[in-house]
Protein backbone atom coordinates (compact mmCIF):
# COMPACT_ATOMS: atom_id res chain seq x y z
CA UNK A 1 0.00 0.00 0.00
CA UNK A 2 1.83 3.60 -1.12
CA UNK A 3 2.11 5.67 2.00
CA UNK A 4 2.51 9.62 1.75
CA UNK A 5 4.21 11.68 4.32
CA UNK A 6 2.77 15.47 4.51
CA UNK A 7 2.54 17.76 7.55
CA UNK A 8 -0.42 18.66 8.86
CA UNK A 9 -1.46 21.79 11.00
CA UNK A 10 2.34 21.77 11.64
CA UNK A 11 2.73 17.43 12.62
CA UNK A 12 4.58 15.28 10.12
CA UNK A 13 2.44 12.04 9.28
CA UNK A 14 3.35 9.65 7.44
CA UNK A 15 0.02 7.28 6.43
CA UNK A 16 -0.67 4.24 4.32
CA UNK A 17 -3.18 5.23 1.74
CA UNK A 18 -4.72 3.77 -1.17
CA UNK A 19 -3.93 5.55 -4.38
CA UNK A 20 -7.45 7.25 -4.96
CA UNK A 21 -7.93 8.33 -1.25
CA UNK A 22 -9.14 12.02 -1.53
CA UNK A 23 -7.18 14.33 1.36
CA UNK A 24 -10.59 15.05 2.82
CA UNK A 25 -11.05 11.05 3.72
CA UNK A 26 -7.39 11.38 4.99
CA UNK A 27 -7.83 14.34 6.84
CA UNK A 28 -11.47 12.92 8.29
CA UNK A 29 -10.53 9.22 8.44
CA UNK A 30 -6.93 8.48 9.03
CA UNK A 31 -6.02 12.04 10.76
CA UNK A 32 -9.56 12.03 12.70
CA UNK A 33 -9.70 15.65 12.15
CA UNK A 34 -13.15 15.99 11.32
CA UNK A 35 -13.04 19.92 11.06
CA UNK A 36 -13.35 19.62 7.32
CA UNK A 37 -16.51 18.84 6.41
CA UNK A 38 -17.74 17.22 3.28
CA UNK A 39 -20.60 18.54 1.86
CA UNK A 40 -20.73 18.42 -2.22
CA UNK A 41 -18.31 15.70 -3.09
CA UNK A 42 -18.15 17.52 -6.52
CA UNK A 43 -16.10 20.95 -5.21
CA UNK A 44 -19.23 22.61 -5.83
CA UNK A 45 -19.52 24.18 -2.10
CA UNK A 46 -16.33 24.36 -0.29
CA UNK A 47 -17.18 22.88 3.26
CA UNK A 48 -13.93 20.90 2.39
CA UNK A 49 -11.36 23.83 1.97
CA UNK A 50 -7.60 23.48 3.54
CA UNK A 51 -4.29 25.13 3.25
CA UNK A 52 -2.20 23.43 1.24
CA UNK A 53 1.46 25.18 1.09
CA UNK A 54 -0.31 28.20 1.83
CA UNK A 55 -3.25 28.03 -0.76
CA UNK A 56 -7.03 27.37 -0.65
CA UNK A 57 -7.56 24.06 -2.10
CA UNK A 58 -10.77 22.16 -1.74
CA UNK A 59 -9.68 19.15 -0.15
CA UNK A 60 -12.84 16.69 -1.65
CA UNK A 61 -11.40 16.62 -5.04
CA UNK A 62 -7.51 16.68 -4.45
CA UNK A 63 -5.59 13.38 -3.76
CA UNK A 64 -3.97 12.57 -0.80
CA UNK A 65 -0.99 11.17 -2.80
CA UNK A 66 -0.77 14.70 -4.86
CA UNK A 67 0.06 15.83 -0.81
CA UNK A 68 3.57 14.37 -0.55
CA UNK A 69 5.44 16.74 1.06
CA UNK A 70 3.03 19.07 1.41
CA UNK A 71 2.73 21.32 4.27
CA UNK A 72 -1.47 21.16 5.31
CA UNK A 73 -3.52 23.74 7.56
CA UNK A 74 -7.14 22.90 8.64
CA UNK A 75 -9.47 24.88 10.38
CA UNK A 76 -8.06 22.74 13.66
CA UNK A 77 -4.66 24.39 12.42
CA UNK A 78 -5.71 28.03 12.36
CA UNK A 79 -5.64 28.44 16.70
CA UNK A 80 -2.94 29.15 18.20
CA UNK A 81 -1.60 26.40 20.88
CA UNK A 82 -2.73 28.15 24.19
CA UNK A 83 -6.30 27.92 22.01
CA UNK A 84 -6.31 31.70 20.70
CA UNK A 85 -8.70 31.41 17.86
CA UNK A 86 -7.39 33.10 14.75
CA UNK A 87 -8.68 36.67 14.17
CA UNK A 88 -10.76 35.22 11.41
CA UNK A 89 -12.11 32.76 13.90
CA UNK A 90 -12.62 34.90 16.84
CA UNK A 91 -14.84 37.73 13.88
CA UNK A 92 -17.15 34.78 12.63
CA UNK A 93 -17.86 34.10 16.20
CA UNK A 94 -18.00 38.03 17.04
CA UNK A 95 -19.99 39.09 14.09
CA UNK A 96 -22.52 35.76 14.34
CA UNK A 97 -21.49 34.25 10.61
CA UNK A 98 -22.60 31.31 11.45
CA UNK A 99 -25.56 29.75 11.82
CA UNK A 100 -25.98 25.55 11.30
CA UNK A 101 -22.10 25.73 11.09
CA UNK A 102 -21.38 23.20 8.08
CA UNK A 103 -20.33 25.76 5.95
CA UNK A 104 -17.58 27.73 8.24
CA UNK A 105 -14.79 25.92 8.41
CA UNK A 106 -13.83 26.06 4.23
CA UNK A 107 -15.36 29.47 4.65
CA UNK A 108 -12.88 30.70 7.09
CA UNK A 109 -10.18 29.14 5.61
CA UNK A 110 -11.54 30.42 2.64
CA UNK A 111 -11.27 34.10 3.64
CA UNK A 112 -8.12 33.67 5.50
CA UNK A 113 -6.72 33.07 2.08
CA UNK A 114 -8.30 35.99 0.50
CA UNK A 115 -7.06 38.70 2.92
CA UNK A 116 -3.70 37.12 3.02
CA UNK A 117 -3.96 37.53 -1.03
CA UNK A 118 -5.00 41.66 -0.30
CA UNK A 119 -2.71 43.09 2.09
CA UNK A 120 -4.15 46.32 0.68
CA UNK A 121 -7.80 45.83 1.34
CA UNK A 122 -10.72 44.26 0.68
CA UNK A 123 -13.99 45.78 -0.78
CA UNK A 124 -17.67 44.48 0.05
CA UNK A 125 -17.76 43.30 -3.45
CA UNK A 126 -14.47 41.58 -3.68
CA UNK A 127 -15.04 39.30 -0.52
CA UNK A 128 -18.16 39.14 -2.30
CA UNK A 129 -16.98 38.04 -5.03
CA UNK A 130 -13.51 36.06 -3.68
CA UNK A 131 -16.45 33.59 -1.77
CA UNK A 132 -17.51 32.47 -4.98
CA UNK A 133 -17.35 28.20 -4.64
CA UNK A 134 -18.29 28.57 -1.03
CA UNK A 135 -21.86 28.00 -0.29
CA UNK A 136 -23.81 28.98 3.08
CA UNK A 137 -26.86 27.13 2.78
CA UNK A 138 -27.99 28.94 5.57
CA UNK A 139 -27.76 32.12 3.34
CA UNK A 140 -25.94 33.82 6.24
CA UNK A 141 -23.63 36.14 3.61
CA UNK A 142 -24.32 39.16 5.01
CA UNK A 143 -22.35 38.53 8.43
CA UNK A 144 -19.94 36.60 6.69
CA UNK A 145 -19.04 39.53 4.59
CA UNK A 146 -19.10 41.71 7.66
CA UNK A 147 -17.02 39.52 9.62
CA UNK A 148 -14.22 38.84 6.94
CA UNK A 149 -13.77 42.66 6.54
CA UNK A 150 -13.46 43.00 10.14
CA UNK A 151 -10.63 40.17 10.11
CA UNK A 152 -9.06 41.53 7.71
CA UNK A 153 -8.71 44.75 9.31
CA UNK A 154 -6.79 43.03 12.14
CA UNK A 155 -5.04 40.63 10.19
CA UNK A 156 -3.45 44.02 8.36
CA UNK A 157 -2.65 45.90 11.52
CA UNK A 158 -5.67 48.04 11.05
CA UNK A 159 -7.36 47.12 14.28
CA UNK A 160 -5.80 45.68 17.51
CA UNK A 161 -8.53 43.26 18.29
CA UNK A 162 -12.04 42.36 16.59
CA UNK A 163 -13.61 43.75 19.25
CA UNK A 164 -11.87 47.00 18.10
CA UNK A 165 -13.39 46.91 14.70
CA UNK A 166 -16.81 46.51 15.88
CA UNK A 167 -16.79 49.68 16.90
Do not use: W
Amino acid sequence: MPQVTLSVNGKSHTVDIEGRTLLVELLREKLRLTGTHVGCDTSQCGACVVHIDGESVKSCTTLAAMCEGASVTTIEGLAKADGTLHPMQEAFREYHALQCGFCTPGMVMSAVDLVQKHPEGLSELEIREGLEGNLCRCTGYHNIVKAIAAAAEVMHGKRETIAAAAQ
